[in-house]
């Protein structure tokens, strides 16, 4: 620069992160001590708004990787669901491959696992908020999936139906959410023992209690780490689900409460908000039901 004139840093603390040159100016200046406060008053002001901007883009970059890695980890949670289940069918393919009841459900756990590997992957790519909105969920076609699901894991669910309910909510993660409490359950208590979930109604809301005389949980731990992420009682569990059911249900204006006690067994509870029309989108067989 042929007219350069003068070199005034930019800092923030003592960090040098910028400079600006000065042109020389048309009028002839004297650099004395009162340009030189000037020029550093300026140059404090111009360091300290630019390092509030390279922090707020950092700390922008930081949330969004933490959001990710979130993310992934229920993803990585999921899919392990999911491997447990295929490696599952393929433990039992040898006995009864000749079976055509076992090919036909077999067909069905393979279908049903890839569609949420494909959901999973949207996930990862559009994040954690459902691109569609709520909707009306029949929640006793829901249990009766997740008992299905478990009976052909050789596991038996009582299933209590008290009275048929639509609630608000995504369906695809509401199943998740009440299927990680049934497996929950099931992991928790030997085959002689009693696991089930009864369907109602409580107030303006629906009422889904899973239960199980299983091993239970103590006082401590139901308050002070079951919902927290990557805390949890299992040898190979990552802690994830617990804390991704308590964050849905409460993003869908529900609640979630723990009974549980040592070698007693535990019980929670969901409250699930109502489906009502105008509130969100019904699939047309419910409204047809409805009407």
Known sequence: MPNAWLVVPLTTGNELIAFVVLATARARIDVNWEVNDLLKTAARQA?????Q???SEALLEVRKFDSFNRMSAFVVHDLKNIITQLSLMLKNAERHRDNPEFQKDMLMTVEHSVERMRKLMMQL???ATPLDGPRGIDLADVLRRIQT?????????ELKIEERLVARGHEDRIERVIGHL???ALDATEHRGRVWVRLAR???QALVEVGDSGHGMSPEFVRERLFKPFQTTKPTGMGIGAYESFQYIH???G??????AVDVGTQVDLLLPLFEVGHATASPDLLKESE
Not at 47 to 51: I, S
Not at 149 to 157: E, F, L, M
Not at 255 to 260: F, G, I, L
């Open 251 to 253: 993003e869908l204006g």
């Open 149 to 157: 699901a478990k009976s052909g894991q050789g596991r038996d669910i």
């Open 202 to 204: 409580q107030g303006t």
């Open 255 to 260: 609640k979630v409460s723990v009974d549980s």
């Open 53 to 55: 901007m390279q922090a």
């Open 182 to 184: 049934v497996q929950n």
């Open 47 to 51: 360091g300290a708004f630019l390092g």
């Open 125 to 127: 790519r559009e994040g």
